[in-house]
């Protein structure tokens, strides 16, 4: 299958922004690229708004740029010229689009300094973002149900959310609501259980939307480290050797056992 050049443009800024998407990605098949690369490429575009500028104003209007593309796609109407719309616009249905809104508009959350308010409140963060677009993806694939989908989406969210701690820290955020060792293991607890039920209903993902899941490769090990050694979250010591992060990625790809 030949790429358009926008489509290789969208894979180029997944390459650059989020790596380990990018190799999830790789490991599809070649069919499913053409829905990974525009959607992790929005992941990135949207993830990085906040973080472009000092200026809230600017930060919001970047975020609502992007909730007016996707509108054009829900609605029907003229989609702007775009490296990364175009290509979404070509397939998302209205509806997927529409819910990618939610997406969007819970990342105002990085623009300010604001602690969570409470754990619904960070619940509802993880399951809008990573558990959004992980559903999204999934839908556009294939059949899927989406409180598994949702389940395992906010589990690699929370896997994730754990490795980018310092990074958030440093950034003058305040990430987490109980950052004590026994606050991140009962987070940790949360995302295991949500995960080992997502993989306990594994049959009600069809094998052409598993690629959806490929970019969750990494939650199990991240969750269990976090559990066993709750200080590697605050250090940003949350990670697997290069072997075993590409061996296991393998060893999902080819037997869809996420």
Request: aromatic content about 8%; glycine content about 6%; some cysteine.
């Amino acid at each position: 299958m030949e790429f358009s050049d926008d489509l290789n443009a969208c894979a180029a800024l997944v390459q650059r922004g989020d790596p380990d998407r990018f190799l999830a990605a790789m490991a599809a098949p070649v069919a499913a690229r053409k829905v990974l690369f525009p959607l992790y490429a929005l992941n990135v575009e949207v993830a990085r708004a906040p973080w472009v500028t000092q200026e809230p104003m600017i930060a919001e209007m970047r975020l609502q740029w992007w909730r007016d593309a996707l509108s054009e796609i829900a609605s029907g109407q003229p989609v702007r010229r775009h490296q990364v719309v175009t290509p979404l616009a070509a397939v998302l249905s209205a509806e997927q689009a529409s819910l990618l809104d939610e997406y969007v508009a819970v990342r105002r959350w990085d623009i300010y300094k604001d602690p969570f308010d409470d754990t619904r409140h960070f619940t509802k963060y993880i399951d809008e973002s990573a558990g959004a677009l992980t559903w999204v993806t999934a839908c556009v694939l294939g059949d899927a149900k989406e409180s598994v989908v949702r389940d395992f989406g906010f589990a690699a969210g929370v896997a994730n959310w754990f490795r980018a701690i310092p990074e958030l820290e440093a950034r003058g955020r305040i990430p987490l609501l109980d950052g004590t060792p026994d606050g991140v293991r009962r987070m940790a607890q949360e995302a295991l259980d949500r995960l080992a039920r997502a993989r306990a209903n594994r049959g009600a993902v069809s094998p052409e939307a598993r690629p959806a899941l490929l970019a969750g490769w990494q939650a199990g090990p991240i969750l269990h480290q976090a559990m066993r050694a709750p200080d590697r979250v605050a250090s940003g010591a949350l990670e697997q050797s290069e072997f075993k992060r590409r061996a296991s990625l393998m060893w999902v790809a080819a037997t869809g056992r996420w």
